[in-house]
Each structure stands twice: as structure tokens, then as C-alpha cells.
């Protein structure tokens, strides 16, 4: 079997092909399936990432140096499950440099938003792909209060800073 024959089969992991071949698996090779899954998934999730913030930083209007870096600050939102830290949306600094900016949290009155109105804002205002990109980034790997997520676009790489 050819790569492009495997990609294919595994494109479709709910077929009758697909679900009897993985019934023959042992837990273990199920579990260390699900190990490479899941770190492929990060990494398609980081290039998705990568991808959206090069199309933002292209539509960025004027005639100054590129980008080399965009960063985004976590943000918390209450849920129907309780309060979630996750990655905003919206880019918090985009850099021609490869110095980082400071973005500490400064202090500020803090408005409570009626649940749902946070989302509501995400949708008419943020990149859905990216959207989508960061908040299955943070389920896989939830942020703390005050990270900031590093995106840079030279090597296409994607990390988390603690401050």
C-alpha cells in the first residue's frame, strides 16, 4: 500500500473497512494510534494557525516591513460548564521584529458579558478558521491565565510563552 492509499483509508476512519481493521488491534497499538493522532492533530491545528495569521498579516494595509511574529493572549469565557481559559481570536500584537512586545495584562474594570455575547462577537468579528484553530488548540492543551501563544512566521512555528 502506497501512502496516498493509506492517507485515503484514514481520511475515513468510520468506514466498515476502517472500523474492522482497527477492531483487530490490540489496546495498545489502539492507544499508541491515538498518541501519533493526537500530535498530528496539533501539529495540522499549529499549521492552520500559521496559515490564517500569514493571510491576516498579507491584508495588513501599508508599505512597512512584513511580519514576523503575531501573538495571542488567552481570554476566559463562561460556558454552560463552568468558567474556560482559552486563546482570543483576535490578535493581540503583530511584530516586524523578532523582539517580543509586552503584553502583560495592565490593569483594567472588568465588564461581565452576558454568556453567549462573547461568542456572538467572535462571529462577526474573527477569523472562523482561526477561531476554530486556537480553540482546538486550547482543548488539547489548555492555556493558564496570562500565557501568551507565539506564532512565528518565518520557521512556522507555533509555542506557548509563560511569562
Do not use: C, I, N
Amino acid at each position: 500500500m502506497k501512502h496516498l492509499e493509506l492517507r485515503a483509508l484514514l481520511a475515513e476512519p468510520t468506514t466498515p473497512l476502517m472500523r474492522a481493521a482497527l477492531r483487530g488491534l490490540s489496546p495498545e497499538t489502539l492507544e499508541a494510534l491515538a498518541r501519533v493522532a493526537d500530535r498530528a492533530a496539533g501539529q495540522a491545528w499549529r499549521q492552520v494557525v500559521v496559515d490564517r495569521v500569514r493571510a491576516f498579516a498579507a491584508g495588513q494595509p501599508g508599505e512597512g516591513p512584513q511580519a514576523v511574529a503575531a501573538y495571542f493572549t488567552t481570554t476566559e469565557r463562561r460556558t454552560a460548564d463552568g468558567m474556560f481559559v482559552g486563546w482570543s481570536p483576535f490578535v493581540a500584537a503583530l511584530t516586524p521584529t523578532e523582539a517580543a512586545p509586552d503584553l502583560r495584562h495592565t490593569e483594567t474594570t472588568a465588564t461581565m458579558v452576558p454568556l453567549g455575547e462573547d461568542a456572538r462577537a467572535e462571529v462577526d468579528f474573527a477569523d472562523p478558521r482561526l477561531a476554530e484553530a486556537l480553540h482546538r488548540l486550547a482543548a488539547m492543551d489548555p492555556p493558564a491565565h496570562g500565557d501568551v501563544l507565539h506564532v512565528h512566521l518565518p520557521s512556522s512555528r507555533v509555542t506557548r510563552v509563560k511569562p
